[in-house]
Each structure stands twice: as C-alpha cells, then as structure tokens.
C-alpha cells in the first residue's frame, strides 16, 4: 500500500471510524443530523490535516421486531451516499440478533437455588472492532500516513493505538463522537484529541439530493422530516 502524500503541504492522516459507536454517542435519536459526509466532518474537525483516507466500520442492519422497519433501508442509503465519497471505503462486520436465556438483574434463584432465568433478544454487531483495529495496525506498519485518527469512544480499542505507538512509532489521534473520552483511551496521551460537537454535525451534511453512477437518490423520508433539509444536489461518484 502506498504512502499517502499531501497535495497542500499539510500533515497526512487517516481516519478510522467505529460507526455503530458514531451513531450510538452522537446520532441516536437525531435524524436530522443522520445523513453525516465523513469528508466534510473531518475538515471541520482536522483542519491542519490532509485526511486521504477514511475508512468506516459498521455492519448492514436487518429489520429486528420492535425497531424501526425502515431502518434498513435507510442504512442502504447513507452507505450509498458515502461510496461518492473519494477518500471513504468501507468496511463490513456481521449484525446478529439472537434469543438467549439469561440470570435476571437483580440476581433471584428458584427452588433449587438456581438463577431465575429469563429468554432475551441480544442485538449485536460482530467482526467491525476486530476489522477496525487490524486495518489501523496494518496501515501503520505500512507508514500509510503522518497520524493515525480513530473516532469511537470504546476502550476496547485502546491497543490497538498503543501499537501504532509503540511498534510502527507513528503519531495517533482519538476523535471523540460526544461527551468525554474513556479513560483507557486518554491513559495513552492521544498526541491530538478532537470532540464532535453538534455543530460540527450540523455543518457537515450531505446534499438532500445525491447523483452517483446509478442515478439520483435522498436523504431518507424521515431523516429529512426530522429536521429542515439541506438542499442542493451532489457530485457524482468517480
């Protein structure tokens, strides 16, 4: 993999986002902030970088009963929307959705002193942490970039950064996605530290209206009912 260089003489870096741990922090709830250019928002936030590669991690959600059934749908048209992005790829996990018995919280046994238990539905992503902390590493053994940025708040993550550190020996960051930064990940004295505040959200939307090689699409129905639209039609991929 080569070396990114920069065109505008400034310090190169690659952004790696978690993008369920995005959602979850900054988006939930927020439809009129949903329809997020990674591009734009990395501009705001990392203005004296030259960002040539953004990758994102998430997994394809399916309709699970109780939730919003549009939800996927709505998932296929922002991965769409960021496939015109030049700087973006993406990176798939797995979405499960599996029925477990598990102990009741507060812990109660039954007669035979065993834990009560109780059949849940346990919603989860698998494989995007493990993808996102591999590509990170990997990138840095390769001197891809100057520094290396990654915008999640989970700890987990936390080695994955001291590798980069310690064995490629190259600069990192952490972009927080809202609030305060996990202790596990300020313990590593990221050289830089970014939060992304709602104005920055704002700021960073994609166009209603979208052309790539497939044709014009928009912004979700009820994304652009949540909030006053942002109008204008984008670039096409490519």
């Known amino acids: 993999m080569p070396t990114l260089t920069s065109t505008a003489g400034k310090p190169t870096a690659a952004v790696y986002v978690d993008g369920f741990n995005l959602f979850r922090r900054a988006l939930h709830g927020r439809g009129d902030l ?15 970088y ?4 953004i990758r994102y991690f998430t997994a394809r959600v ?7 059934p549009s ?31 598990m102990a009741l919280s507060p812990l109660e046994r039954d007669a035979a002193g065993e834990p009560r238990r109780v059949r849940v539905r346990k919603i989860e992503e ?7 902390a591999s590509h990170m590493v990997c990138d840095a053994m390769h001197d891809l970039v100057d520094t ?14 001291r590798l980069v550190r310690s064995r490629a020996r190259r600069q990192v960051g952490l972009i927080v996605p809202a609030g305060a930064a996990a202790r596990e990940l300020l313990r590593l004295e990221p050289d830089e ?13 994609f166009p209603d209206r979208i052309v790539d090689e497939l044709g ?16 204008g039609t984008g670039p096409r991929a490519g």
């Open 148 to 161: 290396y940025f990654l915008l999640s708040n989970d700890s987990d993550f936390a080695e994955a950064l």
């Open 62 to 68: 399916r309709h699970v009963e109780g939730r919003n």
């Open 126 to 132: 698998k494989g995007t942490d493990v993808s996102l």
């Open 34 to 48: 949903k329809w997020l250019d990674l591009e734009l928002l990395c501009s705001h936030l990392l203005p004296t």
């Open 193 to 205: 530290i970014r939060v992304v505040r709602e104005g920055n959200l704002r700021e960073s939307q």
């Open 216 to 231: 014009g699409f928009s912004r979700p129905k009820a994304w652009r009912e949540a909030g006053a639209p942002f109008r």
């Open 71 to 101: 939800g996927p749908q709505n998932q296929e048209a922002y991965l769409r929307a960021l496939a015109t992005l030049p700087s973006v790829s993406l990176h798939f996990g797995t979405f499960r959705a599996d029925k477990r018995w």
């Open 50 to 53: 030259d960002v040539g590669q």
